[in-house]
């Protein structure tokens, strides 16, 4: 059977309309990590929540398979053959209740929008680190804020009200009251139940932190590991940080001292007193002869400043690891493999402190799991878009050697292309929760219409 044309498109979708050869294709199917490229049968670019039910309703009667393309930086897999994408970059709307204090947001919504309209009236979203990130999709795979992470869990944990069309092209509302099993599958379960149209979030009172980054010379790699580890071993849950090896380009727009060699940064934010936090700090400040040091107090609309992420599209390979502790062999293999005379090819390890909040499970149960878990780690390699392929390995020999300590684990929100296996994607819930989210997908999404992502497929 030939693949329907634009003739047999649904004529009640108000948004654009592309195919392969359209002008403005290749725009509207461009991601920020460019390791995955997308090739649909069509993209249907929604305006409302009309469009998203329209093009699901479409797929659906063609028995074809439904794509969401991420709004902000996370891909999961490349889109090809007969596929209906549907972007959501165009559903923009946020609506602040400062009585309240939450948020709504449509599913095309950055965290850079929602943190300048909270900012406003003192109130601070559990937000990425990239202003430049959205909002829904880091959301539902839990979702580690830079700055407020310990003080207040995981973003999921926060969600009060999701709106979401599944497979049929229906829209629910779904509350803990009104769905308690989707409510809990789709905080922590990503895009296999739907597509989320918005959503809808507590906010915090804060107005200020102490925070920002202090750099190092990766000569003192191991110094600045070891105080960084003692830092972490009785830090405050008001206090959110990540260790970070860098080996940055000889480009002219990196500051110069860290132009083409390794720097260690440790990156903190602390909800507190300026007092309280140069306290804290004193002993990393301490640790080696700082480069740099930006951590002062700053309005929490600053944020993005702590780890001064790339805005700029460009292709990166990453890799995860769950860690039980920052113990001497974890060290040592993270130094062996990305300190100072290593010769990897990695640009990047980011080692984020969790627990606190983060280990703690919410009220209103979600999906989201590996609570245990003491640390977060990545490896990422920038290549081109060109090359992706030939370094798709890259930072697993160091993924290798903290398997003993947690790195056979995963978790839902640091899964990458690497990890779209159902194998994969099983590691990163316990047992219990896996055969919920099955259940879950097998009542709304049957014939698993949403797989173009970190698949769960549905109970047989």
Known sequence: MPLPTSSLLPSSVTGPVFFPDDDGFADEVSVFNMTVAHHPHVII?????????????????????????????????????EAVMITTRRM????????????????????????????????APLAGSSPTVG??????????????????????????????????????HVTPDSDADLFFALRGGKGN?????????????????????????????????QAYQRFTADAPDELTSSIVFLRAPDLPFVPEFMRGKLTVSIRVSYLGSARDGEALVAPLRAAAPVLADTVTTMPFADI???????????????????????????????????????????????????????GTSPEKANAVGRRDAAFSLFALTAVSPDDVAAHKNVGLDLIDRLTPSGGARKHPGYLSPADVSVQSVRMAYDEPTYERLQAAKALHDPHNLFRFNHNIPPRA
């Not at 449509?106 to 929008?113: I, L, T, Y």
Request: glycine share 12%.
């Open 92 to 123: 923009t709307g946020v609506s602040i209740d400062s009585a309240k204090m939450t948020a709504r947001v449509e599913a095309g919504v950055r965290w850079g929008q929602v943190v300048e309209e909270a900012a406003k009236i003192g109130l």
């Open 193 to 225: 139940f739907g597509v989320v149209t918005a959503m809808e979030f507590s906010l915090f009172p804060v107005r200020e932190l102490y925070a920002g980054a202090l750099h190092y010379s990766g000569d003192n790699a191991r110094a600045v590991l």
């Open 304 to 358: 993005a400043s702590i780890t001064n992420d790339p805005t700029e599209p460009g292709a990166a390979v990453e890799h995860f690891a769950m860690l039980d502790e920052l113990s001497p062999p974890v060290m040592e293999a993270i130094l062996d493999i990305a300190g100072p005379g290593s010769d990897t090819r990695i640009t990047m390890v980011n080692v984020t402190h969790l627990g606190g909040a983060l």
């Open 45 to 81: 670019g929604a305006t409302c929540v009309a469009d998203v039910q329209a093009a699901v309703r479409f797929a659906g009667d063609r028995n074809l398979p439904v794509a969401v393309l991420n709004t902000g930086h996370g891909p999961s897999m490349s889109v090809t053959g």
């Open 135 to 172: 909002v829904v999709g880091y959301t539902l795979g839990g979702g580690v804020s830079v700055a407020l992470g310990r003080a207040f869990g995981y973003a999921a944990d926060h969600v009060l009200r999701i709106e979401v069309v599944t497979a049929d092209g229906e829209l629910h």
